[in-house]
């Protein structure tokens, strides 16, 4: 195999012949690229290529589902992967179009040791990319990354004989009953389904209906170019749209999924945008009494109430705070037997007696649809009032290149520890430690907080606070981080503020 080009230059003969791809491509735990500015079709073929040379070098059965997202250029892209996939003697399961987490519920249903879904997640259109896993329910992390990044662009992809492709129906039926099974609602729900005409329209729609929920439909027509808003349940722009139909609808809540279908978001009876993060705790409160003594997982993104929740701790469940990243997230509750994680993003991991263990808005969208049947006087508002009061910022992404973001980073983290050693204070209190397993948890002397890490799949920083004493410090938090984010000069306009 010969190593991929890092230059993408369209309309050339060789753009055709040979693999091109940008090696920032390969991120923390997924692939994403611009499609066809940073890598081409047979760049996706090398990729294949290399990941069943990598299934190989692992010693699994030469097998692998395979899916795609729902956007014009996906099914070129994932024929592109199968090729090189078949080329490492694979037998490639094509599952066809389908979200995120059906291609990980296929490998339980057809007993595929591996899986690749052809999909950007809930980046815009323009992106690709492909998220795979060789253990359900974990998928890659940096270092099976980086194993594969060497394989691929140094050309180590080794051919082998005995490929096969065999297209595999019925995994949607399975899938669906699999999610569902003999629950039905005992109380009347009315729920807005918002898909910003992503893929997961051809599932939760349909999903709502088996439960017994009464559906609202909100942008559920399937089309990629997607016409109202990009589907990201953790962009404002969506929450606020979710927001205006359950006003204008009287409806329960609303339940918005991203672009693959493995991220839910949450709006309540009131239109009050409930972040992930604070659904998790309502979640963890909820699991809690049926499971007592559990632990959960937070991602460093997320609030400090998994913690300092009076509720949680009288029922004796144990907070884990872990990188932010769906495979970090993954493999850490995997690890230490936890019953979920959740993520302040919209990734929701359910495990033990919940799920399976990997992220999936549909299974989050039943469980939470359980949650009020088990609570049949309680409004959403009720449950979100019921928690003890933070305010915090949405998720905000100030620009950073790929190709310096992390050593911005590394110095940025270092200016907060100094801070902190110095005795220097933030929104004028102690900073009470500084915590650096993903970034910078900065933690004030009464648990509120701010933090600045790297994002893994865009060209951006990440920068959340959230403060549990009033609205002006959780602006003074940002203001402050902020002001030592703007002492490096590389770093870009936000994409949102508050």
């Known amino acids: 195999m010969t190593k991929p080009a890092a230059t993408v230059t369209p309309n050339t003969w060789e753009f055709l012949r040979d693999p091109m791809m940008t090696p920032t491509g390969f991120r923390e735990y997924d692939a994403r690229w611009k499609y066809p500015d940073e890598i081409n079709l047979p760049g996706m073929t090398a990729l294949g290529l290399g990941i069943g040379t990598q299934m190989r070098a692992h010693g699994l059965d030469p097998v692998i589902s395979v899916g795609n997202d729902y956007r014009d250029y996906s099914l070129a892209i994932k024929n592109a992967l199968i090729i090189g996939l078949m080329q490492a003697g694979i037998h ?15 490998a339980f249903h057809l007993g595929t040791p591996a899986v690749a879904m052809v999909t950007a997640s809930h980046n815009p259109n323009g992106w690709t990319g492909v998220k795979m896993g060789f253990d359900m329910p974990l998928t890659h992390g940096p270092d099976e990354m980086a194993e594969l990044k060497d394989i691929v662009l140094n050309g180590k992809g080794a051919p082998q004989p005995g490929g096969f492709y065999e297209p595999v129906a019925g995994v949607w039926d399975a899938y669906m009953d699999d999610l569902v099974g003999d629950f039905k609602m005992t109380r009347k729900l009315k729920v807005v389904c918002a898909t910003g005409n992503g893929t997961a329209a051809a599932y939760a729609p349909a999903l709502f209906e088996r439960l017994g929920v009464e559906v609202v439909d909100s942008h559920t027509t399937l089309d990629y170019t997607f016409p109202n808003y990009n589907p990201n349940p953790e962009a404002m722009e969506m929450l606020h749209d979710m927001a205006d139909s359950v006003k204008a609808s009287g409806a329960d809540m609303a339940l918005g999924f991203d672009g693959d279908g493995d991220r839910c978001g949450v709006v309540d009876d009131e239109g009050e945008e409930i972040f992930a993060d604070k659904v998790g705790v309502i ?8 499971y007592p003594g559990s632990t959960f997982v937070a991602d460093v993104k997320s609030t400090g109430l998994f913690a300092s929740d009076p509720e949680l701790q009288k029922l004796g469940a144990k907070a884990d705070y872990w990188k932010t990243g769906h495979s970090h997230m993954k493999r850490r509750v995997h690890e230490i ?7 302040k993003s919209g990734h929701y991991f359910l495990a033990g007696d919940v799920g399976r ?6 299974r989050v969208a039943v469980e939470i649809c359980k949650l009020m049947d088990r609570n049949p006087d309680m409004k959403m508002s009720d449950l979100r009032k019921a928690l003890p009061k933070t305010w915090s910022t949405p998720t905000m992404s100030p620009y950073c290149a790929d190709t310096e973001k992390y050593e911005v980073l590394d110095r940025l983290v270092q200016k907060l520890v100094a801070k902190h050693d110095a005795g220097e204070p933030l929104a004028g209190r102690p900073i009470q430690e500084v915590v ?62 508050i």
């Open 337 to 343: 037997g936890a019953l979920a994680g959740f993520e």
């Open 283 to 290: 979640m963890a409160r909820d699991l809690s009494k049926l």
């Open 436 to 497: 650096t397993v993903n970034g910078a948890r900065v933690i004030l002397d009464n648990g509120s907080w701010g933090l600045v890490r790297a994002s893994s799949n865009t060209p951006n920083l990440v920068v959340v606070c959230e403060s549990s004493e009033s609205e002006a410090e959780m602006r003074a938090i940002f203001a402050d981080i902020d002001a030592v984010i703007r002492t490096e000069p590389s770093v870009g306009d936000y994409d949102q503020t």
């Open 357 to 362: 263990g990997y992220d999936d808005g549909m």
């Open 92 to 106: 490639v399961k094509d599952i066809g179009p389908c979200i995120t987490p059906m291609c990980y519920f296929s």
